[in-house]
T-cell receptor
Framework: GQQLNQSPQSMFIQEGEDVSMNCTSS?????WLWYKQDPGEGPVLLIA?????ELTSNGRLTAQFGITRKDSFLNISASIPSDVGIYFC?????????FGAGTILRVKS | GAVVSQHPSWVICKSGTSVKIECRSL??????MFWYRQFPKQSLMLMAT?????????EQGVEKDKFLINHASLTLSTLTVTSAHPEDSSFYIC?????????????FGPGTRLTVL
């Protein structure tokens, strides 16, 4: 089945630093999505990407849909303590979302 | 807009009992609802897809007789874990979608923590 390889698995950074995480796949996806999940909560959509090469921003977050449609990255600039959480990439394959394994982000203030 | 709720938020039950989890789309009509399962420190795994008024489609390896899904209306889907066992303890999350109105985006509920003793 389709799999997404998400890296890094976890990050522990200083407040104010920029963060970058990415997902790759051997399969082509037509839509890439980035979610954030807080402990004990459901995922919340951060950014949706619909076109190959698309670069989209949402506040301090920027994400790009790779030109090959097999990868995507998410950048967070000037991290703050509330950025703590688990970030998941997801690819839309047909009717279904396939999730990456997640990146755990911890921020030192 | 596009709010999805789940009830209960957590439940503890004895082994052998059945537990029902509700998923509601509060401000839109969901033509499709999805049920996911998440183990600690792991990703979300799709269990089944349900369309209103029809039988759910289960992912490979998910027992349909154990995880009963009903999507009787455009705003409500239920997941019943029958004869629950400790290995069924997990975080269950639903999502809802309205293809015609909101496109392919899925809106997630807050999840239900199930603990089977």
């Amino acid at each position: 089945g389709q799999q997404l390889n998400q890296s890094p698995q976890s990050m522990f950074i200083q407040e104010g630093e920029d963060v970058s995480m990415n997902c790759t796949s051997s399969s082509i996806f037509n839509t890439w999505l980035w979610y954030k999940q807080d402990p004990g909560e459901g995922p919340v959509l951060l950014i949706a990407l619909y076109k190959a090469g698309e670069l989209t921003s949402n506040g301090r977050l920027t994400a790009q849909f790779g030109i090959t449609r097999k990868d995507s990255f998410l950048n967070i600039s000037a991290s703050i303590p509330s950025d703590v959480g688990i970030y998941f990439c997801a690819g839309l394959y047909g009717n279904k979302l396939v999730f990456g394994a997640g990146t755990i982000l911890r921020v030192k203030s | 807009g596009a709010v999805v709720s789940q009830h209960p938020s957590w439940v503890i039950c004895k082994s052998g009992t059945s537990v029902k989890i509700e998923c509601r789309s509060l401000d839109f009509q969901a033509t499709t609802m999805f049920w996911y399962r998440q183990f600690p420190k792991q990703s979300l795994m799709l269990m089944a897809t349900s369309n209103e008024g029809s039988k759910a489609t289960y992912e490979q390896g998910v027992e349909k007789d154990k995880f009963l899904i009903n999507h009787a209306s455009l705003t409500l889907s239920t997941l019943t874990v029958t004869s629950a066992h400790p290995e069924d303890s997990s975080f269950y999350i639903c999502s809802a979608r309205s293809l015609a109105v909101l496109g392919y985006e899925q809106f997630f509920g807050p999840g239900t923590r199930l603990t089977v003793l």
